[in-house]
């Protein structure tokens, strides 16, 4: 694991990427902000997590970093350890942990929770929803005792990907006071994320649903082996893709709200 600092002091922020080896646009947001010697004004964290994983070119070594942060990974596992150096790196900070994925071009958060500075800080960066897991964590980033924004920049490997983590990793150090300027907040869609969507056993798969354009019930949002699948009940899609996932499609999401900042900066999530 890597850790630099940009500024003096007890850094509180923090921005990590390399969770997942294969996401390599998280680095080079990394590089760039480190290299550019940005000037903050707050001390920032730059973690580039599982070096080993990002060398090899591969998701992990052992386990899944991403659900290595509780104890039912095994002590031997590369990622067990490395999941307790990161949660001390990490501890009180705030985070903004870059990924990319193999489900949507455009960029979306995801949150345990709607704290309050999550509330404040999310609405800044260009981003096209917020997906709310819950507090179940599964052992993922979520447990350690910090305030974690995960944004999913893009598709993995692409220009865009590394891109947009650089650009909202400044919206971030901006948002956050880190970096001086200022930011604008967007009115947010907040979805919470339900079930996972299995597949069933087959060759080759294909998604017809869209991230975040809602399924009707009756609806085909998939196919296995050339068999459409129709959707039971109604939702939106949140993950979505052919092969990101061994198992599963993604997860159905159902609508929360909007999130909506008012001129003083107060977030308030709005049913509608
Ligand atoms: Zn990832």
Redesign the pocket.
Known sequence: MRVEQLGDGKADLAIVAA??GD?PGGVEAIDRLRSNGANVERPVKLIVANEQALEAGE?YLDADL?RAFDEDVPEDAHERELARELADAVQGCTVLSL???QSSARPFAISPGLDDSTRAIVPQLSVAALVRTGHDVEGRLFATDATIIEV?TGYQRSVEAAENAYRISLEFLTATGALPGYTVSSDLSVYDLGEPVEKPPADEYEVFADNFTHVDAGETYAAADGEGLAAEEGFYPVLFSAYGYENIFGYTGSFAGTLQTTEDGTATLTAD
């Open positions: 969770i997942h996401e998701r991403n990924h990319s994925t999913e």
